[in-house]
């Protein structure tokens, strides 16, 4: 029998494809293990060409370099006390003098203006229920109510503050920061001084006064009073010197040892 040479040059050709294949394979693999180890290299030498930059140093700003509207907190608040809403502003001051003037100045007593208030107001629903509607068709009168979650939440603000404040209390009188703890008692002692002078309504008031009107007197006049400051400051200074020397620094204990540290 004759061989078929069309079928043995079919095989011979289909071992050369495979071959072929297999070859291109290896070169793919090769290329693209080549590639990526190029592809690290090049990302490595990035993050050594291009190093990170270091951290930025915060330094801290003194209040003086601050604007007033930042040292106030900013928002609303700010905005009341430096008279940028100044219909709000003089609204609350009004309404203050008012209630001070009433009390101290008219001598009005705080049980006499609740029953006059309770009064009017009886008095204007009782003419809206009953002789406004044989006139008019007038809406029922507003049910006044207090919201139970109104009032959980000013509890739990009231306790929030007055827990931090005994416990700022606490913190300046465990003695680790003396210049703040003279300066609490020379403040206390202040205010007993012009508590003996005035009523405590008064006191209130001026007070309330003075946050309204100072700031923004500082803001308008503020190099004027950094300047007048820096030299109370170096005045305190000088004799806060004077009493540690004296006084301070004989007594036994911790003050001596923290003016050394």
């Known amino acids: 029998m004759a061989d078929n040479p069309t079928g043995g040059h079919e095989h011979v050709s289909s071992n050369v494809d495979v071959v072929k294949e297999k070859i291109t394979e290896t070169f793919q693999d090769e290329d693209s293990s080549s590639s990526s180890d190029s592809d690290a290299k090049s990302k490595t030498k990035a993050k050594k060409d291009y190093p990170v930059p270091p951290k930025k140093i915060i330094k801290n700003v003194s209040w003086k370099d601050k604007p007033v509207y930042d040292l106030l907190g900013g928002g609303k608040s700010a905005d009341i006390l430096l008279w940028r809403n100044k219909k709000k502003t003089a609204g609350m001051l009004g309404f203050a003098t008012l209630i001070w003037a ?33 006139f008019y068709k007038c809406p029922q009168f507003p049910q006044v109510a207090l919201e139970e979650d109104t009032v959980l939440q000013l509890a739990s603000v009231l306790r929030i503050e007055i827990n931090n404040g005994l416990e700022v209390l606490r913190e300046i009188s465990s003695g680790k920061d003396l210049k703040k703890f003279l300066a609490v008692i020379a403040c206390l002692w202040i205010v007993s001084i012009a508590g003996s002078c005035c009523t405590l309504l ?43 020397e004296k006084v301070l620094s004989k007594v036994p204990g911790s003050f001596k040892d923290k003016k050394a540290a």
């Not at 009005?108 to 208030?117: G, V």
């Not at 007197?217 to 200074?237: F, P, Q, R, S, T």
């Open 102 to 134: 009433l009390f101290e100045l008219i001598e009005y007593h705080f049980l006499s203006l609740l029953c006059h208030i309770l009064i009017v107001v009886l008095g204007i629903h009782f003419l809206w229920s009953n002789t406004l509607n044989l």
């Open 202 to 244: 008064t006191l209130v008031y001026t007070c309330f006064v003075l946050v309204h009107t100072v700031p923004v007197l500082y803001e308008k006049h503020k190099e004027k009073a950094d300047v007048l400051l820096e030299k109370a400051e170096v005045e305190l200074k000088k004799h806060f010197e004077v009493l540690h």
